[in-house]
């Protein structure tokens, strides 16, 4: 079916075409689409949905989560064999998983690629697609690359090559995108980061203080 102009659009549906202009489709957007990922790679699919969709920076995710799990360990490792505190220690485990489960969260989820519909099946998009919405004019936009009509707010990515719904921006520390599939993770990941950070410092100083006066008693009742 070769659809020039928005005017067949409304003949064969009797709706309003949303678009302002006619849109360039080719003919593959009038066929079913196969679930396009650019250069990412998703894993465990079920029901075209992946458990897992990982960045094409998964090198520097892998840099990054290793340094954490190193730190973690360490830090682990020093509070449950020196003198900390009870609370120290427990509450280092904690901090500690919580961070490296929190970024290996963000950077596992799907990021919000929207190349299937609610319904778990790949799209069969037509030209009147934009009947989704029909009050708002610029709800739908054509993405040339992926050849899917996409929702307003979705961005195609350059670095993915895939569009993004509500996508934030490209962070090549989680490997990929942040979009409306991870943006909450990834706010829970930086508070995640900050308190990981001030704990430490402060536990550390804390242990430490405690060793230098436990030292400086030994050297008082030498003398």
């Given amino acids: 079916m070769s659809l020039d102009s928005s005017q067949k659009c409304d003949e064969e549906t009797g709706l309003k075409s949303m678009a302002p202009e006619p849109l360039e489709l080719d003919e593959s957007y009038q066929t079913p689409v196969d679930i ?19 960045g094409p920076h998964w090198p520097l995710f892998i840099c990054a989560y290793s340094l954490f799990v190193a ?4 830090l682990i490792g020093w509070h449950f064999t020196s003198t900390s505190s009870e609370f120290i220690k427990w509450a280092t485990f904690i901090v500690c998983v ?3 489960w929190s970024y ?10 929207i190349n299937y519909d609610k319904n ?22 054509y993405c040339g690359k992926c050849k899917l009509l996409q929702l307003h707010g979705t961005v195609h990515c350059s670095d993915c090559d895939v569009c993004i719904q509500e996508m934030d921006h490209h962070c090549p520390w ?6 409306k599939g991870n943006i909450k993770q990834f706010y829970y990941f930086l508070a995640s980061t900050l308190i990981f950070m001030i704990f430490n410092i402060i536990a550390s100083l804390t242990q430490l203080d ?7 008693r030994k050297i008082k009742q030498g003398n």
């Fill in 36 to 54: 396009r990922w650019g250069n990412c790679y998703p894993l465990f699919l079920k029901n075209n949905i992946p458990k897992i969709v990982i």
């Fill in 71 to 74: 730190a973690s360990i360490f």
């Fill in 98 to 100: 919580n961070q490296c």
């Fill in 104 to 113: 290996a969260w963000v950077a596992l989820i799907n990021p919000g690629v």
């Fill in 120 to 141: 778990n099946q790949i799209e069969m998009r037509t030209r009147c697609a934009p009947q989704l919405d029909m009050q708002n004019d610029s709800k739908t936009w």
């Fill in 174 to 179: 989680t490997g990929k995108c942040i979009g």
């Fill in 210 to 216: 405690g060793a230098l006066n436990g030292t400086r």
